[in-house]
Nanobody
Framework: QLQLVESGGGLVEPGGSLTLSCKSTQSSLEYYTIGWFRQAPGKEREGVSCISPSSGHVTNYADSVKGRFTISRNNARNTVYLQMNSLKPEDTAVYYC?????????????????????WGEGTLVTVSS
């Protein structure tokens, strides 16, 4: 069982930045692929970014966030981060980190949903002036 906790959400103006954190309080995240997903009001949940286990040498991003968001991991702190820059109103959503034993780094939720079975409760990001 992997328990994930997100933090770092909040209200930010367009063009601003936020850093989200994903931690596990009871298990090591080092050996898990971790994904960030988001769900905007009235829309389906979508993949944002993911990072491979251990060194995190494999990362993937949704086209909508490429060049603006950066995912990273600090295994010593048992934390995965999502640095979000140049935020837009359309980035407003609840952001979730997630993982699973068979999850391979992909932001295609339709293709990988069967393998993503551990979810945090989410953190709200609101981009508005």
């Amino acid at each position: 069982q992997l328990q994930l906790v997100e933090s770092g959400g909040g209200l930010v103006e367009p063009g601003g930045s936020l850093t989200l954190s994903c931690k596990s309080t009871q298990s090591s995240l080092e050996y898990y692929t971790i994904g960030w997903f988001r769900q905007a009001p009235g829309k389906e949940r979508e993949g944002v970014s993911c990072i491979s286990p251990s060194s995190g040498h494999v990362t993937n991003y949704a086209d909508s966030v490429k060049g603006r968001f950066t995912i990273s991991r600090n295994n010593a702190r048992n934390t995965v981060y999502l640095q979000m820059n140049s935020l837009k109103p359309e980035d407003t959503a609840v952001y979730y980190c997630a993982s699973g034993g068979g999850y391979v780094c992909s932001v295609d939720l339709d293709a990988t949903s069967y393998a993503v079975n551990y979810w945090g409760e989410g953190t709200l990001v609101t981009v508005s002036s």
